[in-house]
């Protein structure tokens, strides 16, 4: 895995609180065309791997919500696999480390939940994203035809969490 540079100073990743929702949905709804809805959000809450990147404040109050990850783990036989299943940064705060630091850091809490190997989709024609997770140690598993409604295709990509020095 390379390490990417620390997000900009000032920038703190924490996990998500009930009083983020609004701004991690304003976030979701600037950023895809086909948003979750509201109610997704609100049942990962309190889930580890749940993180919201926070600037200019400790506190939610005193800041600004910046972007957001959700992951959790799935059943795979008897080894749980991760689910990196949304992550976003506002477009004016793109470009600073921050979701490069959200990935590694819902990685991290799903190795601590004992997964060795995470997977993710991602649209096929998002090469912003695609360099990301490469970064991250993801690779192509496979295509899913027409996965998004619009008919675009996903590639599904997994990673390896073990034998890793650090998130």
């Given amino acids: 895995m390379t390490t990417a540079a620390p997000p900009a100073a000032g920038t703190a990743i924490r996990r998500a609180a009930r009083a983020d929702l609004l ?4 976030i979701e709804k600037e950023v895809f065309d086909q948003p979750w ?5 609100e049942r990962q809450v309190g889930t580890p791997a749940f993180l919201v990147s926070e600037t200019g404040g400790p ?12 992951a959790d783990t799935i059943p795979n036989h ?9 992550i976003a940064v506002r477009p004016a705060a793109r470009g600073q480390g921050i979701g490069a630091a959200l990935l590694r850091r819902s990685l991290a809490a799903l190795a601590g939940q ?3 190997s995470a997977k993710l989709e991602v649209r096929q024609s998002n090469d912003a994203a695609m360099r990301l997770y490469e970064r991250h140690g993801f690779e192509y598993l496979r295509t899913l035809p027409q996965y998004y409604s619009d008919g675009e295709d996903a590639y599904v990509l997994v990673a390896n969490l ?3 020095d650090s998130f």
Avoid: C, M
Avoid at 23 to 26: A, R
Avoid at 37 to 41: L, M, V
Avoid at 59 to 70: L, S
Avoid at 78 to 86: E, N
């Fill in 59 to 70: 506190v939610a109050a005193d800041g600004e919500i910046t972007g957001f990850v959700v």
């Fill in 23 to 26: 701004d991690v949905f304003d």
């Fill in 37 to 41: 809805p509201y109610s997704a959000f």
């Fill in 114 to 116: 004992g997964v060795r």
């Fill in 162 to 164: 073990e034998d890793r």
């Fill in 78 to 86: 008897r080894q749980p696999l991760g689910h990196v299943k949304d």
